[in-house]
């Protein structure tokens, strides 16, 4: 018989519904099979009980640093993912990581096929992982002679992985690797990771992580028309646990309400998506994306030719016409503000 699969989420004291209502879309809608688990950062004993009444495993993890990290402050909690690479994971085959703002509606055992890591691609480069200071632009530049920054990165709100790239030197490897670039990561866990599977990662479809703040803000789609097999909310977490008007509350609070009947020696049986449906959902994102960035492409050919005008002509345009040069430079600083807001989504 071999080895059973492992699906995660990760949760502190302030995360405990956000992690019953990931189990709880798992349980129902993809009707998982195997293990379940909590990564649990500093949670106090008695709030642990609930998980370990439904037959969730529970992993207590000590914290593996104490500040706030990155361009959007992320707390250090995100960082207990490396224990996914310690030795006693070994035991599972695969293991599933899910971060605790997604909603699951789809079964998930395609990923359990995966050889190696495997993760979503993000809009942004490798390089845009990182915040460049004049403080720090020595690092950046020590690793721009290693790693080549106009390659895609990944987005690890979702990612798994083949246990048998688990060395006994993998947690701390990672660990040592945050620390030393952890003054410009831009996103904590997520920039070490993709240095550390740099060149060696699996593209995963769109649908195992839908970013559902690109589809509403950027590609100004109905919340009734986004779908996926797991919806990943991100900057939008806030409208959806507490915003009763945010189109996917509804489904994240009845998710929650139905955690306490979640019974892991009854598995319910799903229907999985067929390979037409997701080719779709894959089609559809793919049609917006090009949309978007033609779009872009546009604006920043605009942001370039304003540049150049007022380069050229600036001063004596600003003492014979001032308005016209207050426009112009009104223009340039709208169209960087578009372009800057893309690059930090």
């Known amino acids: 018989m071999g080895k059973k ?67 959007d402050n992320y707390p ?18 695969h293991v599933i990581f899910l971060d605790g ?15 190696g ?8 480069n490798l390089s845009k992982q990182f915040f460049k ?6 690092l950046f530049n020590s690793l721009k002679k290693r790693y080549n920054m106009h390659k895609p990165s990944f987005n690890t709100g979702v990612f798994v992985f083949n246990t048998s790239l688990i060395t006994k030197n993998s947690f701390s490897e990672m660990v040592s690797l945050f620390y030393k670039i952890k003054e410009i990561s831009m996103s904590a866990d997520e920039t070490t990771f993709n240095l550390f599977f740099y060149n060696n990662w699996k593209k995963l479809s769109v649908v195992y992580n839908l970013l559902v703040c690109y589809w509403i803000h950027f590609f100004h789609v109905n919340g009734s028309k986004i779908n996926g097999k797991i ?34 020696k009854n598995i319910p049986k799903i229907t999985p998506l067929n390979k037409f449906s997701i080719y779709r959902i894959h089609l559809k994102y793919i049609k917006h994306f090009c949309i978007f960035f033609l779009f872009l492409q546009k ?18 345009l600003k003492k014979y016409d001032s308005n016209l040069f207050y426009q112009l430079k009104k223009m340039e600083l709208s169209t960087k503000k578009i372009i800057r807001r893309v690059r930090n989504a």
């Open 299 to 316: 604006i920043k050919k605009l942001t370039d030719f304003i540049e150049r005008i007022i380069g050229k002509i600036g001063p004596p």
């Open 117 to 124: 890591f495997g993760a979503v691609e993000t809009l942004i």
């Open 231 to 264: 919806l990943h909310f991100m900057k939008n977490n806030k409208e959806l646990i507490s915003d009763k008007s945010f189109y996917f509350h509804k489904e994240w609070k009845e998710n929650l309400d139905k955690a306490e009947f979640i019974d892991l």
């Open 5 to 71: 699969d492992l699906i995660v989420t990760l949760a502190d004291k302030n995360f405990i519904d956000q992690a019953k209502q990931v189990f709880s879309s798992i349980y129902w809608n993809a009707g998982w099979k195997g293990d379940y688990m909590l990564l649990a950062h500093e949670i106090p004993e008695k709030e642990l009980k609930w998980f370990r009444d439904k037959g969730i495993l529970v992993k207590k993890c000590k914290p593996l640093y104490d500040k706030h990290i990155g361009r």
């Open 101 to 115: 703002d997604v909603i699951v509606r789809q079964p998930l055992d395609e990923l359990t096929k995966i050889k």
């Open 76 to 93: 250090p909690t995100v960082l207990d993912k490396f224990y996914l690479f310690t030795e006693e994971f070994q035991k599972w085959g």
């Open 133 to 138: 200071t004049e403080k720090n632009k020595f």
